[in-house]
């Protein structure tokens, strides 16, 4: 069922679940998550159950602020404490070595673990109650069910987990697109998940170069594994191509007056500069021109084109801009060939 977040009924009745080992949908201002006492074995093993996700993908555990990363990770280095500072609470998730023999399971196996600190103030509230009830963080991964894409309402998650879950409403997600994840654990930044706090703004805070996680680094630590870092992943059901304004002109120029067949459309084009469309049996959408904005609505519109049923979405490519890094990544993903 779906709850209004920031009615403290809902709030003590998540709160209830969690500690009976169940599982609860949750606001961020990201996406929203699939939470579980990070420290219980048995109830993050539902989540992997309920998303489909192979149990060796960790999960990221969300604690109510910086103070609350000592439970589960053994070491911080000057950069993250930095990062922290800056960023929390916020969309950015910092991969730390684990403290031994808590959070395993959550961890999918790794040593390390990924903490975040949501801004989102339903978030906030849970993770609070949840600590003055002895539960220390949670572990959520995206409430939806494994490659698709990430909730960013209540109904979505709804439609992907179903209606007997308790789903926290927090309105729609702000940043709409998942967490920048940086990686603490190799003796230097990398990154390992673009999102909306760009390179340029991690560098700033902590004044360090931001490595790809390619790049050799001082630790030469072995690379942990991102599921998000799957080719094919955030996949809606209709075939995306990624085209640039040319490519898509050229191809829309082709399609004009030929075989689209009449009635529901069978394609959509979601396009952000002026194309000329005439003739065609097309579903257009208007891609914001500015990247924080794409990225809030990138999801629903995504999610919105596949329930028309169209069956070929094309996307005009992002502008080669780091602050479009984030959502150039997830429409790269959803265009990955699966
Ligand atoms: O914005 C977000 O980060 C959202 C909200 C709910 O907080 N969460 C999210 O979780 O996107 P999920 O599970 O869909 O993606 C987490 C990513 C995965 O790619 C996972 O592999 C990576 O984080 N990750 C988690 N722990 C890790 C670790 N110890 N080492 C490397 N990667 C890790
Ligand atoms: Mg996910």
């Known amino acids: 069922m779906i709850l209004a977040g920031t009615n403290p009924d809902a709030l003590a009745a998540a709160v209830a679940t969690l500690r009976r080992g169940q599982l609860v949908a949750m606001p961020t201002e990201t996406v929203y998550g699939l939470a579980a006492n990070a420290t219980d074995d048995a109830a993050v093993a539902r989540i992997f159950a309920a998303k489909g996700r192979p149990a060796n993908h960790p999960l990221i555990v969300h604690v109510a602020d910086g103070a609350g990363v000592a439970a589960f990770a053994h070491e911080v280095p000057a950069f993250a404490n930095q990062l922290m500072a800056r960023f929390w609470p916020g969309p950015l998730t910092l991969i730390l070595p684990r403290r031994s023999g808590v959070a395993a399971a959550c961890a999918?196996?790794?040593?390390s673990i990924g903490v975040r600190c949501p801004a989102h103030p339903v978030a906030q509230a849970l993770l609070r109650?949840?600590?003055?009830?002895?539960?220390?963080?949670?572990?959520?991964?995206?409430?939806?069910?494994?490659?698709?894409?990430?909730?960013?309402?209540?109904?979505?998650?709804?439609?992907?987990?179903?209606?007997?879950?308790?789903i926290l409403d927090g309105g729609a997600c702000q940043v709409g697109i998942e967490s920048t994840i940086v990686d603490c654990t190799r003796g230097a930044p990398v990154l390992l998940r673009p999102g909306m706090i760009?390179?340029?703004?991690?560098?700033?805070?902590?004044?360090?170069?931001?490595?790809?996680?390619t790049a050799p680094t001082p630790t030469d630590a072995v690379?942990?594994?991102a599921s998000g870092t799957l080719d094919s992943h955030y996949a809606p059901a209709a075939t995306v191509r990624l085209m640039d304004h040319g490519q898509l002109q050229a191809a829309l120029?082709?399609?004009?007056?030929?075989?689209?067949?009449?009635?529901?459309?069978t394609m959509a084009v979601y396009h952000r500069s002026d194309l000329k469309l005439r003739g065609s049996n097309l579903l257009t959408r208007r891609m914001p021109g500015e990247a924080a904005r794409c990225a809030q609505e990138l999801f629903a519109a995504l999610r919105d084109l596949d329930k028309t049923g169209v069956k070929l979405i094309w996307v005009e490519s992002p502008p080669d801009d780091p602050s479009w890094d984030g959502v150039r990544d997830r429409l790269e993903r959803a265009s990955a060939p699966r």
Do not use: M, W, Y
């Open 108 to 111: 999918g196996g790794q040593d």
């Open 253 to 265: 120029d082709l399609l004009k007056g030929a075989a689209l067949p009449a009635g529901v459309p």
């Open 198 to 213: 760009g390179v340029g703004d991690l560098e700033a805070a902590c004044g360090l170069p931001v490595l790809d996680s």
């Open 223 to 225: 690379q942990p594994r």
């Open 129 to 166: 109650l949840a600590a003055d009830a002895g539960i220390t963080g949670l572990a959520a991964p995206s409430a939806n069910r494994f490659g698709r894409i990430s909730p960013t309402t209540a109904q979505h998650v709804a439609e992907e987990l179903g209606h007997d879950l308790l």
